[in-house]
């Protein structure tokens, strides 16, 4: 864990303590995403993990923006793999974990801000942007239309 948006080294220590005694205390199987979910998560990865079940299940494209969102997209793969294919990580949190979460679901972050400041501001600079990327696809001509050379990588 780390300090999100802003958490002082004394609120930062209590919630490091509180962490451990509740993974002491519960004892999650960590194998078991139900029972992760029931023992240490909060009714905010709950939901946002049906959320991600939900848009995969309709094949609805679905931003994850920041640790929290990491943390239940995982859930999510582990009860339905294919969950990940609709998921968009709008950034990287500066969360310690945030980076990793990332890398598990083999997702990598749109915009690379170096964030921390919480409240879904990674999704409100993604979604402006969508827009203009699905704009210039939607009215560009193609390289064949504009008479452009097909773009060959080099070796």
Same mark, same amino acid.
């Given at each position: 864990?780390?300090? &999100?948006?802003? $958490?002082?080294?004394?609120? $930062?220590?209590? /919630?490091?303590?509180?962490?451990?005694?509740?993974?002491?205390?519960?004892? #999650? /199987?960590?194998? %078991? @995403?139900? %029972?992760?979910?029931? /023992? @240490? *998560?909060?009714? %905010?990865?709950?939901? $946002? +993990?049906?959320?991600?079940? *939900?848009?995969?299940?309709?094949? @609805?494209? @679905?931003?994850? =923006? *920041?640790?929290?969102?990491?943390?239940?997209?995982?859930?999510? !793969?582990?009860?339905?793999?294919?969950?990940?294919?609709?998921?968009?990580?709008?950034?990287?949190?500066?969360?310690? &974990?945030?980076?990793?979460?990332?890398?598990?679901? *083999?997702?990598?972050?749109?915009?690379?801000? =170096?964030?921390?400041? &919480?409240?879904?501001?990674?999704?409100?600079?993604?979604?402006?942007?969508? =827009?203009?990327?699905?704009? $210039?696809?939607? !009215?560009? #001509?193609?390289?064949?239309?504009? !008479?452009?050379? +097909?773009?060959? #990588?080099? !070796?």
């Amino acid at each position: 864990t780390g300090r &999100g948006a802003g $958490l002082s080294s004394e609120g $930062l220590e209590q /919630k490091i303590r509180t962490i451990e005694r509740a993974v002491e205390l519960n004892q #999650p /199987k960590s194998a %078991d @995403v139900i %029972d992760i979910l029931a /023992k @240490v *998560g909060g009714l %905010d990865i709950a939901g $946002l +993990t049906g959320v991600f079940l *939900g848009a995969a299940a309709a094949g @609805v494209p @679905v931003v994850l =923006d *920041g640790f929290i969102a990491a943390v239940a997209a995982l859930l999510a !793969k582990q009860l339905a793999p294919a969950s990940s294919d609709v998921m968009i990580a709008s950034h990287c949190s500066k969360e310690p &974990g945030a980076a990793l979460a990332l890398e598990m679901l *083999g997702l990598k972050p749109v915009i690379y801000g =170096d964030f921390h400041l &919480g409240e879904g501001s990674g999704a409100v600079f993604l979604f402006p942007m969508l =827009d203009q990327i699905f704009h $210039l696809y939607e !009215k560009l #001509p193609s390289f064949q239309e504009g !008479k452009i050379e +097909t773009y060959i #990588p080099l !070796k």
